[in-house]
């Protein structure tokens, strides 16, 4: 006997949207339905299970790799599927969210690939989780344009063979969709309705256009996580009836856990693997959170001194290139993130130097390709990958056997010369409130002293601010010696809410969300208990 047809899911809370009927037909939400009933209970005992890992971090202060898959690990005989030739070259990424004008310019970027992000760069307000799947479906079927109201400027996609090679991430595990619930009223998990539609309504659309459903898969702590994707990937593609191994997933290792499993990552996905990428913000952001009571050698110096050339932040790239090349994988280096000035050459001039040197040095360490987060630094990243690639479409024949990377390694934070500083927590305070404030406003992209941030950035802020009060990091400033403490804080903060009124003018300040995200961002970095994420309160005060 077949199992019953799962109940219907409820859309909750929300105001009907244009077009709205396309993307949540009552198909999709079947769809999504069974995801739902299949998958969610695993991804909360996967929840709980995060818990009692980060319990035993605090009790050990240590990380290891896993005795229980060494044997996955001795195994030189797996590698992952063969890349399909739309994924094979990606020298170039360009990241960013899903609003109509952000898709027509990345696809048109001259990027071998666009990372489509329904997560870190883009508010989960219901209106944005919906357009964008509105908008990626137009994108497919090249019925999208737009016009800038304010510029009257025009904007269409280029041919096909020049358009950039779509990878849609979903949001992560921890996120749930309270504007879709089920029968209980028990919300979806974002990630399973951002990936539920998306595949749904797409996935036999680009195996049409010659390309396929490839997704960017956030947050991953463990290879349990992993498997847990891999199941939803075997599952989708047998409901839709397309061939398995049709998915493809690249996984971000962004958190200091996953980053001692990276081979098991590859191994429990190697039907559906990619490739690996090496997320900066928020693996520094899971390194205080999971060693946040971890004394004073966990400590980090301001976020712009951890650069990836830190000995531990050199050993998380060079294990993840050896990894990725061994099984068969790409490398994706990490974010570009610097926005051009349109008033300031000599501040570019600096800026894509620095880019150039990294872009550089990633493609000279092995790296397959790298992320941009502007158009505009497209052929900086292409020419430093090029030089190294030429006609090649990228370097998996690099094994970097030359690396050895212990387990300590990577967890050496007091390895980097570089202390907190005062002006580091101005600056985390600053970025903090500034990036709070628009996401609440529903952007998640948001360039903030001509730098690209996302929730990642908001994240690493209000941890490093949490971390030197809770570990009585003193600053030079002015001459004396300060204490990290919740009053200094507050201090900095409300002369920051200050100086952006007087910046903007009260007209500007009073219909935007400054003092909320003063409170907020307070909150999350000054309360005992630690937050798991921002964005779980920040959720419960978005609009929308």
Not at 63 to 78: C, G, H, K, Q, V
């Amino acid at each position: 006997m077949s199992a019953p047809a799962p109940s219907p899911l409820a859309i909750v809370d929300a105001e009907p949207l244009p077009r709205q009927e396309e993307v949540l037909t009552d198909a999709a939400l079947a769809f999504v339905a069974e995801l739902h009933r299949r998958f969610t209970p695993r991804r909360d005992e996967l929840l709980a299970r995060r818990a009692e890992r980060r319990a035993e971090i605090a009790r050990t202060s240590t990380l290891d790799f896993l005795p229980e898959t060494a044997a996955i690990r001795a195994d030189d005989s797996w590698k992952v599927a063969p890349s399909p030739e739309a994924l094979n070259d990606r020298r170039v990424e360009i990241t960013g969210p899903t609003d109509r004008k952000m898709t027509i310019n990345a696809l048109n970027s001259g990027a071998k690939v666009w990372l489509a992000d329904f997560e870190d760069a883009s508010a989960p307000t219901w209106e944005n989780v919906v357009t964008g799947q509105v908008n990626m479906a137009d994108a497919y079927t090249r019925s999208i344009d737009f016009t800038d109201e304010r510029t009257g400027k025009s904007y269409a996609l280029k041919a096909p063979e020049e358009l950039a090679t779509v990878v849609m991430r979903p949001r992560g595990w921890h996120l749930n969709e309270r504007h879709l619930v089920d029968a209980e009223g028990t919300p979806v998990p974002g990630a399973l309705v951002d990936f539920g539609l998306y595949f749904f309504h797409n996935a036999q659309r680009l195996l049409d256009l010659g390309k396929g459903p490839y997704f960017y898969l956030p947050k991953t702590e463990s290879h349990l996580e992993a498997r847990l994707w891999n199941e939803v990937f075997v599952f989708a593609q047998d409901y839709v009836g397309i061939p398995q191994g049709t998915v493809r997933a690249t996984v971000l290792i962004e958190t200091i856990t996953a980053a001692y499993e990276m081979e098991e990552i590859l191994y429990e996905l190697r039907d559906h693997a990619s490739g690996l990428n090496a997320g900066r913000w928020d693996y520094l952001f899971s390194i205080v959170k999971n060693f946040r009571d971890g004394g004073q050698k966990f400590v980090l110096p301001d976020r712009n001194a951890v650069t990836m050339t830190a000995p531990f932040m050199r050993a998380y790239t060079e294990l993840l290139v050896r990894t990725c090349h061994k099984r068969g994988a790409h490398a994706i280096g990490g974010m570009a993130a610097f926005i051009p000035s349109r008033r300031d050459e000599e501040v570019n001039k600096v800026a894509f130097e620095k880019v150039k040197a990294d872009k550089d040095r990633e493609a000279g360490d092995g790296f397959d390709g790298s992320w941009v987060a502007h158009p505009d630094l497209v052929p900086i990243a292409m020419a430093s990958f090029d030089a190294v690639l030429g006609d090649r479409p990228n370097q998996k024949d690099r094994l970097r056997e030359d690396v050895d990377v212990k387990a300590a390694d990577l967890i050496a934070v007091d390895s980097l010369d570089a202390r907190p500083t005062y002006d580091g927590l101005v600056n985390a305070v600053q970025v903090g409130i500034r990036y709070i404030e628009a996401w609440l406003r529903g952007l998640g992209a948001v360039a903030i002293f001509n730098l690209m941030e996302d929730a990642a950035t908001a994240e690493i802020s209000r941890s490093q601010i949490w971390q030197w009060i809770n570990a009585g990091v003193e600053f030079e400033h002015d001459g004396n010696m300060v204490k990290a403490t919740p009053e200094l804080t507050r201090e900095i903060a409300d002369r920051e809410l200050a100086d952006i009124r007087a910046e903007i003018g009260e007209e500007a300040f009073t219909a935007g969300r400054w003092q909320q995200a003063h409170d907020l961002l307070l909150t999350v970095a000054l309360d005992e208990d630690y937050a798991d994420f921002l964005t779980l309160p920040a959720y419960e005060q978005l609009a929308g």
